[in-house]
């Protein structure tokens, strides 16, 4: 293919690099001249492994130049490739003038050329950058229509400083944000040598996974770092201790707790959080992402009384309070002190549970229920009926699949507030409202 690939930086040396090794004609394009000539002469921009050698192959088989003339690049090109910086401003937010800029400069080039023409960006932009930036700074310099007469999808990219050339061509996944499927269906003609997974998704899902993947690998050196320095503090390896965690494939490096839902609760989590930052602060060990955690959890209890109390209802029913779907446990379940709050601003609630039947309990949870909340005992129906008859709005409170044939129940007027996806597929109906879908 002939690809114009734009902004000689990081991504875009080790694209255009990587892109021509692979036989396509390409050509870099910068407002950089030192790039540009360095380019020209054969040699790479950055420090990057292999690419150096790459470049230079490349350069002299006459595949890949470089430009600063944007309309040259655009017209000898059916595909271009945007990969210019998106920094930060000061105050933290993104900074698009790059990204405005060069929509303008493709937008100008494409008024004068004829036939389809695919615009693919892989610069990291926020949900909402391309609808709202990109496609109309493109249609309004070109005078085209997106769609119609050029096509345009986000594909973000995953690749690591360092190892750019590896990830190049082993990603950890190749995922394309896109309105149909044309753009796609041609940047996928660019892997077919590839073997990664591949997502074809919506393109602001596509611009939210970028910053998702970005924001979870942070979260997780500061996650490490901090049991480091607490292991440290107390005489312990920290790696160690962190080498064992991630041994476990099952609960810890895997997909568990990693779906949006409602808050975690039971007898350990929260108990056990609370007793580590202790020991840091008691230690005078810094830990503010661990401490973070249980204040996280508070925010998300607050979320779903706001989602549930702005249906405008007097009368709820909650289908599923203990902390999770399986257990009679009780104990520091969020679903609890939502109901406890409904209660005390005056809500008429019904609330019901499989697991938590008064009738069939003994011992320890029987004597929390009477003892502990029994103002919650006497709230309790031993039906979903009973609660589907109560309520305006249903709350769905654990992932029990006793609920699920309920959502076709709906009747007219009465709402479901989802705290945990069991309905997700439903999200954009009127009558159901997800807390994080
Ligand atoms: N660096 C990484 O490891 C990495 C990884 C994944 C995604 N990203 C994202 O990719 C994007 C690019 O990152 P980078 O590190 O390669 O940036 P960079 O700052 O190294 O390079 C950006 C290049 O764009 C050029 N440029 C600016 N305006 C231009 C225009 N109008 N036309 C053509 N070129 C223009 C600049 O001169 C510069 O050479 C950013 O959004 C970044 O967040 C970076």
């Known amino acids: 293919m002939n690809i114009s690939v734009f902004g000689m930086g990081y991504v875009g040396a080790v694209s255009a690099g990587c892109l021509a090794h692979d036989g396509h004609s390409v050509i870099g394009v910068d407002p950089n001249r030192t790039k540009v000539d360095l380019l020209n002469e054969g040699r790479s921009p950055i420090i990057e492994g292999e690419i150096g050698t790459m470049i230079e192959k490349s350069v002299s088989s006459g595949r890949l130049r470089a430009t600063s003339d944007v309309q040259e690049a655009v017209s000898q090109t059916e595909l271009c490739v945007i990969c210019v910086g998106t920094p930060s401003q000061i105050n933290g937010n993104l900074d698009l003038t790059y990204v405005r800029r060069v929509c303008e400069e493709i937008g100008a080039a494409l008024r004068e050329r004829s036939g389809y023409y695919i615009v693919a960006v892989r610069s990291t932009m926020l949900p909402g950058t391309m609808r709202d930036v990109v496609i109309p700074f493109l249609e309004r310099s070109s005078g085209k229509i997106t769609g119609q007469d050029f096509g345009v999808c986000i594909h973000p990219e995953f690749l690591r400083e360092g190892t750019a050339v590896a990830d190049f061509y082993q990603p950890p996944k190749i995922v394309i944000g896109e309105d149909g499927t044309r ?24 611009e939210m996974v970028k910053y998702a993947d970005n924001a979870w690998h942070a979260v997780k050196v500061g996650f490490a770092n901090e049991i480091g320095a607490l292991s440290k503090a107390v005489g312990i390896d920290g790696q160690k201790v962190m080498q064992i965690l991630c041994q476990d494939l099952k609960l810890n490096l895997s997909a568990h707790y990693l779906s949006p839902g409602f808050a975690f609760g039971g007898s350990c989590l929260p108990k056990d959080v609370r007793a580590l930052s202790y020991r840091a602060r008691s230690l005078d060990v810094k830990v503010p992402l661990l401490d973070a955690v249980l204040p996280s959890n508070e925010v998300q209890i607050e979320r779903g009384l706001r989602l549930i109390t702005s249906q405008g209802h007097k009368k709820i029913g909650v289908l599923g309070f203990s902390f999770k779907v399986g257990t009679d446990d009780l104990r520091e379940s969020p679903m609890v002190e939502v109901i406890e709050r409904l209660l005390g601003k005056g809500y008429e609630l019904k609330v019901y549970d499989r697991n938590v039947d008064l009738a069939k309990l003994m011992g320890a949870n029987r004597d929390y229920i009477l003892n502990h909340i029994p103002h919650i005992a006497r709230l309790m129906v031993r039906s979903v009926d009973e609660v589907l008859t109560h309520a305006e709005t249903v709350v769905i409170g654990n992932r029990d699949r006793e609920f699920q044939p309920f959502l076709d129940r709906i009747r007219p007027g009465q709402v479901v507030v989802d705290l945990v996806g069991i309905g997700s597929s439903r999200s954009g109906e009127g009558s159901y409202h997800g807390i994080g879908w």
């Open 183 to 206: 753009c796609g269906d041609l940047i996928m003609r660019l892997y077919e040598n590839l073997h990664a997974p591949v997502v074809r998704t919506a393109i602001e899902v596509a």
